[in-house]
């Protein structure tokens, strides 16, 4: 009877909890602009964070901390003080409650939590106080502290928690600052706010743009948390097909009018452990939304990945292992692209592979090998799929720069497979016409060849079997829980 009505109880503050997240998303657009307008939205940075994007993260949160039972996470909430610096209509409060009773706590668990949260929007403040004050009445219990600053957070005197372990949390504003200013963005501000805030271990757990990655903007934002050796753990979101962000953008004329900001959810937690790790730039279309943000994606350990100045997004394992071992062998650049007269073209956007050129244009690197000997190997280098899991990897996504090609390290093994190959290598450029694809650009047909399959460096040894394909290993579930678990320094295994 007792276990039943506990259960009963738990079922009724999640059922409340999810209610209360649903009129966050559908009052975001009062709340983020009460004049109705995008400009007042934009300037505040006001975009909010949907429910399910919300509760991923802190199943990751939860996850990357190994707290993963009721006591666990009792045993939290009674030492950590949570801070919020944007709190906007409370999404991320509302789902760490969902969270903590879908794994068992009670009210009396509840109690212990503290939260300080700041906005300079006093009607998001009044609206979480609202629900929070609702929830007091329906449960008859505290829920714990909850301190509402309608504050600036940036000029804001952060309380003093000596004696508490500090989590700050959420999605600060992406705004443009000014030229001037020490970061182009605002929410590189709030990051190094909360990260530099004590001496003390902290985590910080925001949403952030994909670009604090790799951005030369943000690499001393990045090298100041490595040189640190906290651990960081990068989850990152394409914005096509689907993106994070199911709504924004009020009054807008476009027909898309979420905000379809590419993110990461970067995890940093001050334990001078030295790691990082990270997924590929996760991609998926709307119909499969509720299957990426209800699972695990798989991290890969980039811990030893060196010399990129970037917190990579690996695409498959053998480019994290490959890019872990070969840091320190030569680029191409050292190879190749001297001042020869046989000309490789290579298109500088690039998508699902890599588009080799007919004729050199204004939207082609040209890169000049010095005879047909080097030309055909770095042909089978540039087309190989480690070449493009490596662009994949380090690249901003769309554009392939020349630092993308002159900084790729070879292996030796890849040379020396890449000369091997020669002959087939002139073979498949003879027959190039074989792989054209041409595509009307503002008037004008542009050629290229599509050489995606023909050179793949990691199935080289396989027995042409189907199922270690490149396409197998890309898309393989994340087998590896319990592996990836005890190399955290966990017991390992799915709680
Ligand atoms: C991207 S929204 C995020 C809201 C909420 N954390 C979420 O994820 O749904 C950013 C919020 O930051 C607030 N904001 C903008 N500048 C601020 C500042 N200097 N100090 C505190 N809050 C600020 C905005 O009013 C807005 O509510």
């Not at 662009?391 to 093994?413: M, R, V």
Request: charged share 25%; net charge positive; hydrophobic share 40%.
């Amino acid at each position: 009877m007792q276990i039943s009505s506990t259960l009963a109880l738990k079922s009724d503050l999640v059922r409340s909890l999810e209610l209360i997240q649903k009129s966050c998303e559908e009052n975001e657009e009062a709340l983020a602009s009460p004049s109705n307008s995008f400009w007042e939205q934009k300037n505040s940075g006001s975009y909010y964070t949907p429910s399910d994007a919300c509760d991923f993260f802190w199943n990751q949160f939860f996850l990357l901390k190994d707290i993963n039972s009721k006591e666990k996470a009792a045993a939290f909430l009674s030492r950590a003080t949570f801070i919020e610096p944007s709190v906007g209509a409370g999404m991320f409060l509302f789902s760490l409650l969902k969270k903590i009773f879908s794994l068992g706590c009670s009210l009396d668990d509840a109690k212990n939590i503290q939260i300080h949260m700041y906005d300079i929007n006093s009607n998001a403040l009044s609206f979480v106080k609202e629900r929070y004050n609702a929830l007091k009445k329906q449960y008859g219990s505290h829920f714990g502290v909850w301190k509402f600053h309608h504050k600036d957070y940036l000029s804001a005197n952060l309380p003093k928690l000596k004696d508490r372990y500090i989590v700050f949390v959420g999605n600060p504003p992406f705004i443009r600052n000014k030229p001037e200013a020490k970061w182009k963005n605002s929410f590189a501000n709030f990051f190094e706010a909360s990260y530099l805030y004590a001496e003390q271990a902290v985590d910080v757990a925001f949403i952030v743009p994909l670009s604090f990655n790799f951005s030369r903007d943000y690499a001393a934002l990045r090298n100041r948390v490595l040189a640190d050796k906290s651990t960081v753990f990068s989850v990152n979101f394409d914005n096509i097909p689907d993106c994070i962000f199911k709504s924004g953008k009020i009054n807008s004329i476009n027909t898309n009018k979420a905000n379809s900001q590419r993110c990461s959810m970067v995890f940093a937690f001050k334990d001078g452990r030295a790691r990082i790790y990270a997924t590929e730039l996760i991609k998926w279309p709307a119909s499969e939304r509720s299957r990426v943000f209800s699972s695990t994606p798989r991290y890969f350990n980039c811990s030893k990945i060196l010399n990129f100045d970037q917190i990579p997004r690996p695409f498959s394992s053998d480019i994290a292992e490959y890019a872990s071992t070969s840091a320190k062998s030569i680029r191409f650049s050292s190879l190749f692209c001297t001042s020869g007269c046989k000309l490789l073209n290579v298109a500088t956007v690039a998508r699902n592979y890599i588009s080799i050129r007919e004729t050199e244009t204004n939207n082609c690197h040209s890169i000049a090998f010095d005879n047909e000997k080097a030309f055909f190997v770095g042909l089978a280098i540039l087309s190989s799929d480690v070449f493009f899991e490596y662009w994949k990897t380090f690249g901003d996504g769309f554009h392939l720069t020349k630092a993308d090609i002159y900084n790729f390290p070879i292996s030796a093994e890849l040379l020396d497979w890449a000369k091997e190959i020669s002959p087939y290598t002139r073979k498949v450029w003879a027959k190039r016409l074989k792989y054209k694809k041409e595509k009307l650009n503002a008037g004008v047909v542009s050629v290229s060849y599509d050489l995606r399959g023909l050179f793949d460096f990691w199935s080289k040894d396989l027995a042409k079997s189907e199922s270690t394909s490149t396409a197998t290993r890309k898309h393989a579930v994340n087998d590896q829980f319990d592996a990836f678990m005890k190399e955290l320094g966990y017991a390992g295994g799915k709680a």
